[in-house]
């Protein structure tokens, strides 16, 4: 624990640090270790701040096994039952669910959710003074059954498409709004996000904003020349780049024919940057071979640039690429707060988003950014193109730079300290 911080808990009235169980499938593991990096980044922070162990739950279904690399399930049968990541204790448990439920039987993979933790709960007792579920349904409201077996109060943590899809769901809907009414306290990464959890049922007064991080040390203001020689892209031309998750609902399509358009006038020639795994990504890759053979060799001075697939990079080379680039896009048709824009603010590069989710609340439009409407590739081609004009003003980035993941960190740790003790220091279970 860093100092000042245990003198901070005497003043506020607390007995010590809180010890935060946090419930979730939204995590890292040995067989995806570049996943979910955000919740990765934050736990790591708070767990400087207070004890921390993830429940982290596997989905699996009886025969898994047979499945080999086929599928996700059958990929994380090599996932070990316990393990520790950044410093943090991991115990991933076996969480039974119903492959293709879809909305109408949604509601059944809760109750599988907790019988996978019931096993550990004879161990967890006495261990915890507050769970947190993180990831709207089911995990939050399997946390919330887990916490009550506990005697434990409990928090609750959304992110982006659980709020703004899933927990929208008729199915659901009411299993979430039960969670989020008894919820000590039910957090947002975004102002509008806080407002949805409103709206589906949590309290307004226990309805709070904990924006996240970026790692500082990572992404800041760098020279684009060196970050594209060390990265081996082009050196000629600009460069916009997507990262995240390679699917259709990030838009993936939308942004294929949005860069058909560009780089057609006869001025220096657009690359895009392709960073990011997922079920599309033979189709960017076919679109990358299919402009290839295309090209002539004077496109590259004419304009028509490369589409560059780069796969799934660890957290160290996205922040190379966010150097290297001279805009971010990110198309998706839902979002939350998605921290690759977060992070793209912290290098000074401009965002093209769509107005979904809590983008809007930290891209400013002309400032920091462009925003378009979702599912719309010819706003994206136009707005695309009009960001590559922009001169932007760095000044701008810095004013609209987010908290590091400490800062992050710390106000998490306040929240989940005020759930488990209370305002007066008494446990609040």
């Not at 047979?66 to 039952?81: C, D, F, H, K, S």
């Not at 919330?144 to 609750?156: D, I, T």
């Not at 949805?196 to 049922?201: D, E, S, Y």
Request: glycine share 8%; aromatic share 4%; hydrophobic share 45%.
């Amino acid at each position: 624990m860093k100092p000042g911080v245990n003198v901070g808990m005497k003043e506020a009235g607390w007995p010590r640090q809180p010890r935060v169980l946090w419930v979730t499938r939204i995590f890292p593991n040995r067989v995806e270790p570049l996943s979910c990096a955000f919740q990765r980044q934050q736990l790591a922070a708070l767990s400087r701040r207070c004890a921390v162990e993830v429940l982290a739950a596997i989905p699996y279904h009886p025969g898994v096994s047979l499945l080999g690399e086929r599928t996700r399930p059958g990929r994380l049968v090599a996932v070990p039952a316990r393990d520790e990541i950044d410093g943090v204790p991991v115990v991933h448990a076996r969480a039974p669910y119903l492959p293709g439920a879809g909305r109408v039987l949604a509601p059944v993979n809760a109750p599988l959710y907790l019988a996978g933790l019931l096993p550990h709960v004879p161990r967890l007792r006495g261990r915890f003074d507050v769970v947190l579920g993180a990831w709207l349904y089911p995990d939050a409201c399997a946390a919330a059954l887990l916490a009550r077996m506990l005697g434990l109060p409990y928090a609750v943590k959304a992110h982006g498409t659980d709020v703004n899809v899933v927990a929208r769901w008729r199915s659901v809907r009411p299993l979430v709004g039960s969670a989020l009414r008894s919820a000590a306290c039910a957090i947002g990464v975004s102002r509008p996000m806080v407002e949805a959890l409103v709206a589906l049922g949590a309290p307004k007064e226990r309805a709070v904003l904990v924006r996240n991080g970026v790692d500082r040390a990572l992404f800041r203001p760098a020279d684009r020349r060196a970050a594209r020689r060390e990265l081996g892209l082009p050196a000629y031309g600009r460069i916009v780049t997507f990262v995240g998750h390679v699917s259709r609902e990030k838009g993936i399509h939308e942004l294929l024919r949005a860069f058909e358009a560009l780089g057609s006038d006869g001025s220096e020639p657009v690359h895009l940057v392709i960073v990011g795994d997922g079920p599309e990504r033979a189709a960017v890759e076919q679109a990358a071979a299919r402009r290839d053979r295309e090209r002539a060799p004077a496109d590259l001075l004419e304009g028509r640039g490369r589409i560059i697939a780069v796969g799934a990079r660890p957290l160290s080379a996205v922040a190379r690429h966010m150097a290297a680039t001279d805009l971010l896009v990110l198309p998706s048709w839902a979002e939350g707060t998605p921290n690759v824009v977060l992070e793209a603010l912290a290098a000074a590069r401009p965002v093209v988003a769509t107005r979904v989710g809590g983008i809007p609340d930290v891209v400013t439009p002309g400032r920091t950014g462009l925003l378009v409407p979702p599912r719309d590739a010819g706003a994206l081609g136009r707005a695309l193109r009009e960001a590559l004009a922009r001169a932007w003003d760095e000044d701008a980035f810095a004013e609209a730079a987010p908290p590091s993941w400490e800062e992050s960190a710390e106000a998490l740790r306040r929240l989940l300290a005020r759930a488990a003790f209370g305002d007066d220091g008494r446990a609040a279970a």
